[in-house]
């Protein structure tokens, strides 16, 4: 009786000490990003306020309206950046994943001479520093013509995601067990329905989160696109922050407006994907 | 008027070219001819572009607009299409300050325009954007010249004016040499409240404040031989007012950090007295919505160091026609409507300062029912008239680079001020060297 | 029953292979050969004209290039480290929780939906020594009266510059963590519960092992892009004041397109391959054993 208590009075504990853990493990992941929201409600003077504004005074949508006026009332060409920002994003992740799928079964289920090699070789490219790679990129892609397009920027994405695609999707084929498959195949299946029927499912937990990772890293990458990138037949939304900057001033409640209208959309595709994720819990059947 | 001034210049280009195939109006047709272009983008800078389709109508051209990025990303972009030979556009943002690093790729455009129409600019700004006798580019109507914003309440205060008398034995009023700039600061800093000034205090930034404060010492940042010289006494006194700040407390802590962003916000939130900086922010300083300051903010030429010199660094904006560009008159004619009168005073409308004489006085008359507007073109047309570019040299933007950090290292007492200048006199010398400049 | 070409994984590897050949290998060729040139943007011809290994020992006598280099290696090491930790705490504390999953996952993500120029500005405005957000908070709370020069002091700048890495990129090991954790099968746990195990011992033994390819993986991705804290330190310090900050991002950047010597700044970046390919290759070792341990085949 007096154990069950005790039992129960630390299950008690542990659960509210686990619940503060996440309340200030979320507080400190949201605050920066609530100070981006709500800087861009309120006006400049309360943003760098010394002594500090912590109450907002008013709040207004104004950079908002503003991003989507025209050039001169300090608009910026939002609806194109967005749109190119998402096509690029899309497809690079598609693709980046369908290759990713491809590479990693191969490294999880075939025995090959020179395996390790390889793979390690695909990871290594993964370590060139960007500005190794701009320059010359920028020279063969302004010899094939694909300076500011689609094509091009996608292109580099693809390139810059699938060694970690290849990666994690290799790993969590490897959680799949092979007999799994086997069976599968012995029950008549092709490996080609094997593969979608079985190990597919199972290892789209996996899938799932290399394709919010690429999604994220093309929406946001920055330095390849600001080299391969010039006017809105391509430019991305993290190239079109700049245009808040001037030579001598910024604009950082607009910078912040436009920051917004980038995390919105990112953050519910997000939220839609974790279904996916959720669905490697099912994978009753895997043993480790 | 603008008629008479079109028939004008063209019967003078008439005589001076004489049957060429500029002897017409500007902007003169074009029709069938597609010029691609690089502009510089941002909000400041745009609403000018408006005025593209003016110029399309008018010529029968068309422009294409195949880059717009922030002027560092353009530099940068620039620079790359010169490493892989892909120059294939005609017309270019440029900058006074970057224009040096880009040697051949741009046209003289005094051969492309009557001279009348180059006339028009102010003589500095000609002057600032013509590299070894060719005139690389026309000054839009944004000009940088820097001048000292300050808060008017702190110079009104009859304590404040008793307590500074009575310290340094003379009358607190806006600070007309950069000695009084120091005393004022020290005088004004309550740290962390608040402080007296504020520098940039990096990059190019903290290059070009250092560059001004040793013109206005009398001394020079690079020699008539083009020997890197400011590590002279004269560069010793320019680089202590910068230290002695610090040391003093009158500065934030972290100015050696700040930039031009970081500066306008200091100011606005009302919290530094004293703030020498661009005409950009003008409007922002004395907008409620903007700034704490609103209402509250005067403006004066930039102070005089001990020569008797007013610092004066200075840059611009325009526009040059490439080298290999095809059709460089229509290219011409699109750089010479962008920065003719009814541009510039499109631009100078908004607040940048104009670089054609006429668009000065313009500017001038337009405000007068508006006392802050002309406190501030009164302060920068002073500004303007001591202003100066920085040296040509194709490497001052690596200079720079190489520069700074020894100017930190001299503010952050990690060097003497000396030592730091030699140090870094040293690295321009080898960078000179390296370019084959000297 | 195989119906297949006769090396399958070949053609599987194929895309892969032809992508990064095309983005990756042949440029990286072109500026390996800059790098023994003196080559300068602003003067193409210079490309042309060979000098051999002048750019390495030119890097190899520069005491602010290891300076640097060091200073990169510190950086990478806390912050990954650092970061591990952190997610691995973030991603226990996620998998615990009964309610709000999905919200929860959502939210542990959502530093990464910052672009890193983004999270550079937004603390950089927050650790501004006199109006920013941090020294506002500070002294509203009493907690000191000094105007703290968060990016000037070169262990308080690192700090900062460390927070804001941290924080935008914790997320990255607590996401793979966390997929791990779900995949992870539960009867091992259960087994371990029934045989009297403590939550520690059953943590350490059980959940562990089998996690840490993920938490490998993750910072095998994470050495390899560290380059993208460059836009955060650019933005935040530019490797200033004084060099305080400097790292080979900031350096490597500045000397190749400021500066305009992209030779040379390619002979950086080859020396800063190597350092990362150390860091990957002692990284996919650990990764090798970690996977052994759980006995899944290699």
């Not at chain 1, 200030?24 to 709500?38: F, R, S």
């Not at chain 1, 006026?69 to 980046?96: K, M």
């Not at chain 2, 017409?24 to 572009?49: C, N, R």
């Amino acid at each position: 009786m007096d154990e069950n208590q005790a039992n129960r009075i630390k299950r008690a504990l542990l659960k509210t000490g686990h619940l503060i853990g996440l309340f200030i493990a979320m507080a400190i992941i949201c605050l920066p990003g609530l100070w981006i929201v709500l800087s861009s409600l309120r006006p400049t003077v309360e943003i760098m306020a010394k002594p500090p504004v912590w109450i907002p005074q008013s709040l207004s949508f104004d950079a908002y309206i503003a991003m989507f006026s025209g050039v001169g009332q300090g608009g910026i060409p939002v609806l194109d950046y967005f749109r190119n920002s998402l096509i690029i994003s899309v497809t690079s992740t598609v693709i980046a994943l369908a290759v990713g799928m491809a590479g990693g079964y191969a490294f999880a289920r075939y025995q090959f001479r020179g395996k390790s090699a390889i793979f390690l070789g695909f990871m290594l490219t993964r370590t060139v520093p960007g500005i190794a790679l701009s320059l010359p990129l920028f020279f063969v892609y302004a010899k094939l013509g694909i300076i500011d397009t689609h094509f091009g920027l996608i292109l580099a994405y693809v390139a810059l995601n699938v060694p970690f695609t290849i990666w994690l999707i290799d790993g969590f084929f490897r959680q799949v067990p092979r007999d799994l498959a086997e069976a599968a195949q012995i029950d008549g299946c092709t490996r080609w329905q094997a593969f979608w029927q079985v190990e597919f499912p199972l290892a789209r937990s996996g899938i799932a989160s290399a394709g919010i990772f690429a999604f994220l890293i093309s929406w946001n990458e920055f330095a390849l696109a600001s080299q391969l990138t010039r006017s809105t037949n391509s430019k991305t939304l993290p190239v079109g922050l700049l245009d808040y900057t001037a030579e001598f001033t910024i604009d950082w409640r607009g910078m912040c407006a436009l920051a917004v209208v980038m995390i919105i959309p990112a953050l519910t595709l997000t939220f839609i994907v974790q279904k996916h994720l959720v669905s490697g819990l099912t994978s009753g059947a895997v043993k480790g | 008027m603008k008629n008479l001034l079109a028939g004008v210049s063209a019967g003078v280009v008439a005589l001076v070219v004489g049957g060429s195939a500029l002897a017409q109006d500007m902007p003169g047709s074009f029709t069938g001819v597609t010029i691609d272009a690089k502009l510089i983008g941002g909000q400041q800078y745009e609403s000018l572009y408006s005025r593209i389709g003016e110029w399309e109508q008018a010529t029968g051209a068309k422009v294409n607009v195949i880059s717009k990025k922030n002027h560092f990303e353009l530099d940068k972009e620039i620079k790359s299409d010169i490493a892989v030979g892909t120059i294939t556009w005609c017309v270019g943002s440029n900058h006074s300050s970057f224009a040096p690093q880009y040697p051949g790729i741009y046209a003289d455009l005094a051969a492309l325009l009557p001279k009348e129409e180059i006339d028009a600019f102010v003589d500095a700004n000609i002057g600032a954007s013509t590299m070894d006798g060719k005139l690389v580019m026309l000054p839009r109507a944004q000009f940088d010249v820097s001048a000292m914003y300050y808060q008017k309440s702190l110079f009104a205060d009859e304590a404040n004016k008793t307590k500074f008398k009575e310290k340094y034995g003379y009358d607190l009023t806006p600070p007309d040499t950069w000695q009084q700039v120091s005393d004022q600061a020290a005088f004004f800093a309550n740290p962390p409240e608040f402080y007296g000034t504020q520098y940039a205090g990096k990059e190019e930034a903290i290059n070009g404040r250092f560059y001004e404060m040793l013109r206005a010492e009398g001394g020079e940042y690079l020699d008539a031989d083009g020997n890197p010289a400011f590590n002279s006494e004269a560069g010793v006194r320019a680089l202590d007012w910068f230290v002695n700040l610090y040391n003093a407390k009158a500065v934030p802590a972290g100015t050696t950090n700040y930039l031009w962003d970081d500066l306008g916000q200091g100011f606005a939130s009302g919290t530094i007295a004293l703030n020498l900086d661009w005409p950009g922010w003008a409007g922002f300083f004395n907008d409620p919505g903007a700034s704490k300051v609103a209402g509250n903010v005067g403006v004066v030429a930039p102070p005089k160091g001990s020569s008797g010199v007013r610092t004066g660094w200075s840059g611009h904006h325009g526009f040059s026609v490439t080298e290999s560009c095809a059709n460089k008159e229509a290219a011409a004619s699109l750089v010479w409507f962008l920065t003719n009168e009814d541009s510039q005073k499109l631009e100078a409308g908004a607040g940048p300062l104009p670089t054609r004489d006429a668009v000065w006085e313009w500017v001038i008359e337009q405000a007068s029912d508006d006392p802050y507007r002309k406190e501030v073109l009164e302060a920068f047309q002073q500004a303007a008239a001591g202003a100066y570019p920085v040296p040509q040299s194709p490497s001052w933007i690596e200079i720079s680079n190489a520069v700074y950090p020894e100017l930190q290292a001299a503010i952050l007492g990690d060097k003497t001020t000396q030592e730091a200048l030699d140090a870094a006199a040293e690295k321009a010398k080898a960078i000179l060297e390296d370019a084959g400049e000297l | 029953m195989r119906g297949w070409k006769p090396a399958p994984h070949v053609l599987l590897l194929l895309p892969a292979f032809v992508v990064l050949a095309a983005v990756v290998i042949v440029p990286l060729l072109l500026s390996l050969y800059s790098s023994f040139t003196p080559f300068r943007l602003t003067r193409p011809e210079t490309i042309y004209e060979f000098i051999g290994l002048r750019n390495y020992i030119r890097l190899f006598a520069d005491r602010e290039f290891w300076a640097a280099f060091g200073r990169t290696v510190l950086l990478l090491t806390v912050a990954l480290n650092v970061e591990m930790v952190l997610g691995l705490f973030l991603a226990l504390l996620v998998e615990k929780a009964t309610r709000g999953q999905r919200l929860l996952r959502t939210i542990m993500m959502f530093p990464m939906m910052f672009s890193p120029i983004l999270v550079g500005f937004q603390f950089k405005f927050m650790f501004n020594d006199n109006i920013g957000l941090v020294n506002n908070a500070l002294q509203s709370l009493g907690l000191t009266d000094q105007a703290i020069p968060w990016l000037i002091d070169g262990k308080l700048a690192f700090t900062s510059i460390l927070i804001a890495e941290v924080w935008s990129s914790t997320s990255v090991f607590a996401i793979f963590i966390l997929a791990g954790l779900m995949a992870m099968p539960k009867e091992p746990l259960e087994a371990a519960k029934v045989d009297g195990c403590t939550p520690w011992q059953s943590f350490r033994y059980v959940t562990w092992p089998f996690i840490m390819p993920f938490a490998y993986i993750a910072m095998t991705i994470r050495s390899l892009d560290i380059a993208r804290a460059y836009d955060i330190v650019k933005i935040m310090t530019d490797g200033g004041p004084a060099k305080r900050t400097e790292i080979l991002w900031t350096l490597i950047s500045r000397t190749a397109y400021s500066d305009a010597r992209m030779g040379l700044a390619n002979a950086m970046a080859y020396v800063a391959i190597l350092l990362s390919i150390l860091f990957t290759v002692m990284f996919f070792r650990q990764l090798a054993k970690a996977r052994q341990q759980i006995g899944a085949e290699w």
